[in-house]
């Protein structure tokens, strides 16, 4: 059908238009809330499977968990059964005959306990040269029971310069 008339023409362009902007301001808000839900429930579903993973992944720590707990259990032993303070006495000197080191003083603190760990403080002072104070504490590092140093204080020995004196405080855990 052909419009002759300028007006039909113009009225029938206008309504083209209005049709097309009702259209359009419909269409496009919806089109935005379904594009926007679309992708809140990708964002969602990748959230859950994260979660799953994680869930996984907790699991698996639980079980890591309860093996090293039972682990710890087999390894820790009971220092009343099993360790007196002589057998930690004569560690500490065949540690220093191996490191040819002289122990001037061993000085013990009070035991302590804390899950079911049984710690010893120790002061010890010992004479030799530098090498040998050296060897002394690596020797106490690698020996069968967990040693931490606290402090080292060297100074030269007051009767011979070429030897020096080493105050170690230490903590030896008994039953380690």
Do not use: C
Not at 29 to 46: A, D, F, M
Not at 75 to 89: A, G, P, R
């Amino acid at each position: 059908m052909l419009i002759k008339t300028p007006k039909w023409k113009n009225l029938s362009i206008m309504i083209i238009i209005l049709f097309a902007a009702v259209m359009l301001l419909e269409i496009y808000p919806r089109t935005e809330v379904l594009v926007i839900s679309s992708y809140n429930l990708i964002k969602q579903n990748n959230y859950a499977e994260n979660l799953s993973d994680i869930e996984y992944d907790l699991k698996s720590l639980d079980a890591e968990y309860i093996r090293l707990k039972s682990e710890i259990g087999s390894i820790v032993t009971e220092y009343k059964e099993n360790q007196k303070l002589s057998d930690l006495f004569a560690m500490l000197d065949e540690i220093a005959s191996d490191s040819e080191v002289k122990i001037n003083s061993i000085t013990p603190g009070k035991i302590s306990e804390k899950d079911n760990l049984w710690l010893q403080p120790i002061d010890i002072a010992v004479t030799g040269n530098y090498v040998n104070i050296y060897n002394f504490v690596r020797f106490m590092e690698y020996s069968d029971k967990v040693t931490i140093i606290k402090s080292i204080d060297i100074n030269p020995d007051k009767d011979k310069l070429s030897r020096l004196e080493a105050k170690i405080k230490m903590e030896i855990y008994l039953n380690l």
